[in-house]
């Protein structure tokens, strides 16, 4: 007797009345097992038979849909040059983060997020490279070469290309989900100011001299941006916790 188990994850939004925060966006279902028995003993060809899409389902995927073309149009505010495909790898990487983290409930904070550091790093254009003293910033995500090596061992992956657009979302991800995780442990009262310190002037610039006032200009601009994507991924009505 064999056993097979079906997952299906299914992201309920705010059409399923799910809407007043984001550790209740997120809801997982799981269907039992179904159990196969062979009743001869002569071997037999397995069918495998495929699961219904669920009413759940379809509409979590029109939500998404709708979601997307919500935050394509606020980011074509930004830049009119602005693409789908930023959108999708803003949520393929963010998936990424989840699947690397067990009880991860940040996911459309994240996404947020990465949008937010596209429109304020570069606009939204990949083909930005900023000079520094010593080091560039790269790309859409403005990934500093310094950080390179880490993120490509975090990941597990050298072949990370911060010049191709999927991969130097993939990396500023990867950093930006490093800052705020430390700013989460560190300062839990105002973790999105401390994301962006971390993500702009480095891990541990604390420990340097810093320019508070300069600082927090940049920090308050990537919370008012996060601010708009955040809430075009709900519908009216629903209280933002951020």
């Known amino acids: 007797m064999k056993c097979k188990k079906t997952i299906i994850s299914v992201i309920v939004l705010s059409s399923l009345g799910l809407n007043s925060s984001i550790d209740n ?28 899409i669920t009413s759940d389902e379809i509409l979590y995927k029109e ?31 963010a998936d990424n983060r989840k699947s690397m983290e067990k009880d991860m409930n940040d996911y459309l904070k994240l996404v947020a997020m990465h949008l937010s550091i596209m429109e304020i790093e570069s606009n939204f254009n990949n083909s930005v490279i900023c000079k520094n003293p010593t080091t560039l910033d790269i790309g859409i995500m403005q990934v500093n070469t310094s950080v390179i090596n880490y993120i490509r061992k ?47 002037r480095g891990l541990y610039f604390e420990k340097y001299n810093w320019n508070y006032n300069q600082t927090n200009k940049r920090s308050m601009k990537f919370i008012n941006t ?14 933002y916790e951020y």
């Open 226 to 239: 996060f601010k708009k994507y955040y809430k075009c991924m709900f519908k009216g009505g629903a209280i």
């Open 154 to 200: 975090g990941l597990k992956n050298q072949y990370l290309n911060p010049y191709d657009l999927k991969d130097n979302i993939e990396m500023g991800s990867y950093e930006l989900y490093t800052c705020y995780k430390k700013a989460k442990k560190n300062h839990s009262s105002n973790s999105l100011w401390y994301t962006y310190a971390y993500y702009n």
């Open 63 to 93: 939500e998404l849909k709708d979601i997307k073309k919500k935050l394509l149009k606020q980011a074509k505010k930004s830049n009119k040059n602005a693409n789908m495909k930023m959108i999708d790898f803003a949520f393929e990487s």
């Open 25 to 52: 966006a997120i809801t997982v279902k799981e269907v039992k097992p179904v159990i196969e028995s062979a009743r001869t003993a002569t071997p037999k060809k397995k069918v495998v038979k495929s699961q219904p």
